[in-house]
């Protein structure tokens, strides 16, 4: 049962643009969602969150979205640089320490 | 501080062996959670141990059993090995009050042939 997706398995934007990740959920339930990084060989790195009461979290050039009556999330990314190509997870928490992922997004910013 | 470490990096078993990964967490965390994830696929979570006893359990099989010992290390071990447990298995930890902040490891990636 695939509670969070990705439909997009890669996504490719030129530097400078916005990149724009997306990520649906089913589970009504779940507390808040990340986003994490991931680069070949390394674990994935935590990028962003946002509590499941809030609709917006920024930071820096990361921005994530939260519409919770479409069951959405997604991450903007802006200017979009090189060093941000990899691989994005999203992720939704029940119960405060159970993690359910999707299945990713390749980000290619081409220079 | 050494963050996440994992070992082994690489593993080869054979089908119907058993297996034990291990995970030392980031300096000052005391929860360990174990995630499965497969080529093309994101982290499906295994369980989690806070207090040396697990908490939480995802959708695996009792072939999948876990330990986390009194410094906050965690090993996984895997009984009866199948084809599709290969995979890349990695560790993440945290503090129990702070589980959004999971730090995960490079990972082991377990071949089973």
């Known amino acids: 049962d695939q509670q969070v997706k990705q439909n997009s398995p890669s996504l490719s934007v030129q530097e400078g643009r916005i990149s724009i990740l997306n990520c649906d959920y089913t589970?009504?339930?779940?507390?808040?969602f990340l986003w994490y990084k991931k680069y070949p060989a390394e674990g994935p790195t935590f990028l962003i969150s946002?509590?499941?009461?809030?609709d917006k979290n920024e930071d820096g050039r990361f921005t994530v979205f939260l519409n919770k009556s479409a069951k959405h999330l997604s991450l903007h990314i802006v200017p979009s640089q090189p060093g941000d190509s990899a691989v994005y997870f999203c992720?939704?928490?029940?119960?405060?320490?159970?993690?359910?992922f999707g299945s990713g997004t390749k980000l290619n910013v081409k220079p | 501080d050494a963050g996440v470490t994992q070992s082994p990096t690489h593993l080869i078993k054979t089908r119907g062996q058993q297996v034990t990964l291990r995970c030392s967490p980031k300096?000052?965390?005391?929860?360990v959670s174990w995630y499965q994830q497969a080529l093309g696929q994101g982290p499906q979570f295994i369980f989690q141990?806070?207090?040396?006893?697990?908490?939480q359990r995802g959708n695996f099989p009792d072939r999948f059993s876990g330990h986390q010992f009194p410094n906050y290390s965690s090993e996984l071990n895997v009984n009866a090995l199948l084809l599709g447990d290969s995979a890349l298995y990695l560790c993440?930890?945290?503090?129990?009050?702070?589980?959004?902040?999971?730090?995960f490891g490079p990972g082991t990636r377990l071949t089973v042939t």
């Open positions: 993440a930890s945290s503090l129990s009050t702070r589980a959004s902040g999971q730090y």
């Open positions: 589970n009504s339930m779940f507390d808040y």
């Open positions: 946002i509590s499941s009461i809030k």
């Open positions: 992720a939704a928490v029940y119960n405060f320490n159970k993690f359910y």
């Open positions: 300096s000052g965390h005391d929860t």
């Open positions: 141990y806070y207090e040396e006893e697990e908490r």
